[in-house]
């Protein structure tokens, strides 16, 4: 019963992971360190790209070596909640937020300011250069999610591939939304128009993109943990703060910032309740749940 229990809730923390990235401006790079499991899929996502160059050069033992060191025990789990997420989320999520923007996007608020703790936390002893990484990452990102969306409704797919490398990049850093970056690029409403109508070809060539950018920067990534962890933990608590700026409630078409409006206070609860649900998430995952993410971040 403990065993099916984990399996279950390590296949809803890969729900969340795919819900959040189908809505623009939520990272699922932050929810999957929120959860718990983002140093075992970047483990395993590292091992994988390095299985797949050992069969590349036929090196099998190289390759078999790499996959017995996956935790697939909640890869495995992750992935099918995460492709259940992304389903659930293109159905049920993106109408949602197009008819309570205002107040999900405040929900979501809640869940990022909350979640800065973490990566603040495993900086450890925060100094002049570290703030000063995480300010100008945080200014970044703050100029980035005020750039106006693109309109591109009928994209090529060879513009659909680099986007998806792009997405995956954001996936695997947290406090960058993948799915954000498909809306800059204008390929936002054609991704999700394609899981609902299960266009195969679309989503085919979107996930071959998926896995060459995360072949190309996983590995870069785990290098930067392992050997300028903090600094790279600096920098990815600035762009989680600096994505806030794309949760502001309150933005025009051209995501000009605005002034509060009269559902204020409905915005406010759903900030308060995003904070709460990270807190929850914490407090179960320290004391309750047996920890599962073995990578260098853990």
């Known amino acids: 019963m403990r065993r099916l229990f984990r399996v279950v809730s390590t296949v809803f923390r890969g729900l969340l992971i795919g819900l959040a990235e189908t809505v623009p401006g939520v990272s699922g790079g932050t929810i999957a360190l929120v959860v718990g499991v983002y140093g075992a899929l970047i483990d395993g996502a590292a091992r994988f790209v390095r299985a797949g160059v050992g069969l590349f050069r036929g090196k099998l033992a190289v390759s078999r070596r790499e996959l017995s060191g996956v935790v697939w025990v909640v890869v495995i789990p992750v992935l099918m909640g995460m492709a259940g997420g992304v389903i659930l989320g293109a159905a049920l999520l993106e109408p949602v937020v197009t008819e309570f923007p205002e107040e999900t996007r405040g929900v979501f608020a809640g869940l990022i300011l909350a979640s800065l703790w973490i990566p603040w936390r495993m900086v450890g002893s925060w100094n002049t250069r570290l703030g000063l990484a995480a300010l100008a990452a945080a200014t970044l990102m703050v100029v ?115 002034g509060p409006g009269e559902n204020l206070a409905g915005v406010s609860l759903g900030t308060i309740a995003g904070v709460l649900l990270v807190v929850s998430v914490v407090l179960v995952e320290r004391f309750w749940l047996p920890r599962v993410n073995r990578s260098p971040l853990s």
């Open 144 to 258: 980035f999610t005020g750039m106006g969306p693109l309109n591109n409704p009928d994209p090529s797919f060879w513009a659909v591939a680099p986007a998806a490398a792009l997405a995956m990049c954001a996936l695997v850093l947290p406090g960058v939304s993948g799915s954000f970056l498909l809306t800059v690029m204008g390929l936002y409403q054609p991704t999700i128009e394609a899981v609902n109508d299960r266009n195969v070809g679309y989503l085919a060539v979107f996930v071959l993109g998926a896995l060459a950018g995360l072949a190309l920067f996983v590995r870069a990534l785990q290098y930067l943990l392992e050997n300028h962890r903090a600094i790279t933990l600096a920098i990815m608590t600035g762009l989680m703060a600096g994505s806030l700026r794309a949760l502001w409630p309150w933005q025009g078409e051209g995501r000009e910032l605005l």
